[in-house]
């Protein structure tokens, strides 16, 4: 079975600083890996995903993810964090081959993310 | 806007009832997805969805059902409705095809009230 962890509840960022926020996972073969961010009354939106080749990704709004094999890792950063960046950010994974288990994404707890003006 | 429609919005019904939650995906795409958003047992994907036939199951319960269309909207039925279904029920659609990279697009959720 496949899961998420993101082990922080919430972080809190001053503006300008550099924010992560953390997420591990456990599959049994190889991942993709996505991060989304949920605005207050609002569905998810895709920030970026891992699927192959370089270990760091590139997304949308300044975001990036680190995708760490031997840690099962995948850390979502932004250098300079906004305060338009406040939301709650999900971490998930979806096995490379279904192998005949579940095949929607697996989607870890969520983190607040609060950037202080 | 992720071009995935949802209606309602909100949804207040009482236990024991039945109730059907439409989505629209995004112009061409085939794949269909719901999921289940609770304060206590987080997102947790139902249901997939593909071209009209059933993909996949995830933590569905046999209260619940779905079904795609011929015109790939999609509707998730849930009876006999108990007090722990309030939840938000988001629906997704993904880009042709059932490639496991591809990401998914969420609509912006019913909200469903059992009183």
């Known amino acids: 079975a496949q899961s998420v962890a993101q082990p922080e509840d919430q972080v809190n960022v001053a503006e300008g600083n550099p924010l992560t926020v953390k997420c591990t996972y456990s599959v049994s073969g190889n991942p993709y890996l996505f991060w989304y961010v949920q605005y207050p009354n609002r569905g998810l939106q895709f920030l970026l995903k891992?699927?192959?080749?370089?270990?760091l990704v590139k997304g949308s709004y300044g975001f990036e993810a680190e995708f760490n094999k031997s840690q099962t890792s995948f850390h979502l950063k932004k250098p300079s964090a906004l305060v338009s960046d406040s939301a709650l950010y999900f971490c998930?994974?979806?096995?490379?081959?279904?192998?005949?288990?579940?095949?929607?994404?697996?989607f870890g707890k969520g983190t607040h993310l609060i950037i202080q003006p | 806007d992720s071009g995935v429609t949802q209606t309602p919005k909100h949804l207040i019904t009482a236990t024991g009832q039945r109730v059907t939650l439409r989505c629209s995906p995004r112009s061409g795409d085939l794949s269909v997805y719901w999921y289940q958003q609770s304060l206590d047992q987080g997102l947790q994907f139902l249901i997939q969805?593909?071209?009209?036939?059933?993909?996949a199951k995830g933590n569905i319960l046999e209260r619940f059902s779905a079904q795609q269309f011929p015109d790939l909207h999609s509707e998730l039925n849930l009876s006999s409705l108990e007090l722990g279904d309030s939840a938000l029920y988001f629906c997704?659609?993904?880009?042709?095809?059932?490639?496991?990279?591809?990401?998914?697009?969420f609509g912006p959720g019913t909200r469903l009230t059992v009183l």
């Open positions: 997704a659609s993904s880009v042709r095809g059932t490639g496991r990279y591809n990401e998914q697009f």
């Open positions: 998930a994974v979806r096995e490379r081959y279904s192998g005949g288990g579940a095949d929607g994404l697996t």
């Open positions: 891992y699927i192959t080749g370089d270990n």
């Open positions: 969805y593909y071209n009209g036939e059933e993909r």
